[in-house]
Structures are given as C-alpha cells and as structure tokens.
C-alpha cells in the first residue's frame, strides 16, 4: 500500500481515500430516497430581506468577525483580511439553474469586500466550494488559498497559482508572510462533487493564531466525543469559534455528518471558546428544519447549558463580532 499511497496513511487517510477515524458513515442512494421519500420538509420563505453592510473598521489587535452567509466569514485580523468558504452565487449546485437558491443577499456585497489576503476552503462540498465566487475572488484580489489535502485542483481550476495553494493535513501547520499561523484541524465529515469518487479530498477546520487572538473556523462537521477536546489539547482554547448550527434533519440521516444546535453548544464547551458565532444556517434551504429552527433551538441549548447570547451569537448577515 504504502508505494501506491497518494497520501500519509492515517487514522483518517488509507492513502488514497479519507475518512471519519472511530466510525464512518456514508449515505448511499437508498438512504437518499428514504429521506426523501418519508420526509416532511418546513417550507422556508422566497426571500429574506437583508441590507447588505459596509465592511467594519478593523478591531486594531484583535479578530472582527462579520457573518456573510452559510459559513462565509470575512475575518479582519492583524495578520490580514481572511475569507472563508466563500459563497456568493445565487445556487450551490453543479449547475446554474437547480439546486438550493439562497434565501437572502450576502451580508456584505462582493464589490464591497476589502482587500482579501487568504481564503480559507474547508472542503468540497457546492455549499462551501463555490468555484464562480472563487474565481471573482481570485481574478480580484489575487489571494493566497489554504485548504484540506486534495483540494489544491479545484482553486487552480478556479484561478489561484498552484504556488499560491498550500495543502494541508489534519495537525500540520502553516505561517503566512504576514506572521499568520493557521493549523488544519479534524472534522467529522465527508466529501464529494459531481464526476469523481466520494471523498478524495479531506475536510477540515482551521485554527488561527493572528499574533495574539485566536480563532477556529470549525468548518462542517458533526459532533464528535473527543476530536474537539483533543483540538483545545493541542491549540488551545480559542478567543473565536465559528460552529455550525443548521442542516440537521432529520438526524437519523444528518447526525453522521452536521451537528445539531444543542451539540454546537457541546462543540463550544469542549473548545473553550471565549465567543462563539453560528454559521451554516438560514441561507440555503438543505435539509428539513424551517429556517428560524436553527437560532431558537440555539438559544434553548444554552439556556439549558448556563450560558447566553453573550456567549455564543447568532449573527445577522453582515453583522460583526469582536474577540474580547
């Protein structure tokens, strides 16, 4: 195995493929079709209104967090302007014309955006790797791109030099020009895009040390018992989580892959954040819940776990956050 291996065999990677150390759940075509066939989807509205916002002063020394959509962040650091997951077009969808449409405006307009120094790509999925927003990105602002193994084709196709990509591996490390330290941190998940073989290419979070403040873009995950302890272990407790909240029913076929709001909250307590701020909700029409479940069920969670909005926000589009 190890001569034909395309990447160091893991706990998560047996050279060629990757997958969820301890357990691994892959959905098959019957398991779509019974979700489909038995579910009853809430009906989400046809548009939002959303006041796109004018990018925030920096917080000179700290993190500015604003929440764009789904889990597209522009983080203002020390270390420069990152991006993450960037999703402006109107579908996440192989195609242009089927496939989830968004529900409201991007919180803060594609030409509006200031400069970007680095964009971060969790993984593969259409709902985070969105190859025309990645392009304008690219052909713009001519970003550098990190990103889990095997992504690298997919920023090249989108326009970013190969020189400008770096892979990374679950716990391995890279430092900008800037000082900008980001680590790829495990995620319970998977991958896939039309046309090739399911999960080829990793999925990640990223933990970010911008010369003082801290801060870990969790990425799409479903909980996981140890992985985020094991993550505050090794990186310590960030100043700033970006947890996931929404896509979550029904769990029997979801719980392999999203997390649900109450094990966000238990994702925010094993990570010790400081603040954490929800992400991957209410633009896209995914999975079954209506599209305000997400932050109510966010707001029970904590409530029943001690803790409040001061703790753990859910923000508008375009809305801003700062470490403490």
């Known amino acids: 195995m190890a001569s034909s291996a ?20 892959d959905r098959g075509l019957r398991d779509i079709l019974r979700w489909k066939l038995t579910s009853r989807p809430a009906l989400w509205p046809l548009a939002v209104p959303v ?20 889990s597209t962040f522009l983080l203002q650091t ?31 307009a594609l030409a509006d955006l200031p400069r970007i120094d680095l964009v971060l790509l969790s993984h593969d999925h259409y709902d ?32 970013c030099p190969a020189k400008k990509i770096t892979e990374l591996d679950w716990w391995q490390s890279h430092v900008t020009p800037s000082g900008l330290r980001v680590t790829a941190t495990p995620a319970r998940h998977w991958s896939n895009r039309l046309g090739s073989p399911r999960n080829l290419r990793l999925w990640s ?7 003082g403040p801290t801060a870990h873009f969790v990425g799409d995950t479903a909980y996981d018992r140890t992985m985020f302890t094991e993550i505050r272990a090794r990186l ?3 100043d700033l989580a970006m947890i996931p909240i929404g ?26 954040s400081r603040l954490s701020l929800a992400m991957h ?39 801003s956050a700062w470490t403490r």
């Open 6 to 25: 395309i990447y160091p065999v893991s706990d998560h990677c047996d050279g060629a493929r990757f997958f969820n150390p301890r357990q691994h759940i």
């Open 51 to 70: 006041t796109p916002a004018r990018p925030p002063l920096p917080n000179t020394g700290g993190i500015t967090a604003t929440w764009i959509n789904h």
């Open 78 to 108: 020390p270390a420069g302007n990152i991006l993450t997951d960037p999703v402006y077009s109107e579908r996440v969808s192989p195609v242009s014309w089927a496939g989830p449409r968004r529900a409201h405006a991007p919180g803060i």
């Open 128 to 159: 985070h790797c969105d190859q025309i927003t990645l392009s304008h990105i690219f052909k713009t602002h001519a970003p550098a791109a990190i990103t889990a193994l095997g992504n690298a084709s997919l920023l090249q196709a989108a326009g």
């Open 205 to 211: 979070g990223f933990f970010l040390e911008a010369g």
């Open 236 to 238: 310590g407790a960030p």
């Open 247 to 272: 896509a979550y029913e029904p769990r029997w076929f979801m719980a392999a892959q999203h997390c649900d709001p109450a094990e966000a909250v238990q994702i925010h307590r094993d990570l010790g």
């Open 281 to 319: 909700w209410g633009t896209f029409q995914l999975t079954d819940e209506a599209r305000e479940t997400p932050p109510l069920a966010l707001a029970a969670a904590l409530a029943k776990a001690g803790l409040t909005a001061d703790d753990f926000r859910a923000l508008a589009p375009g809305e």
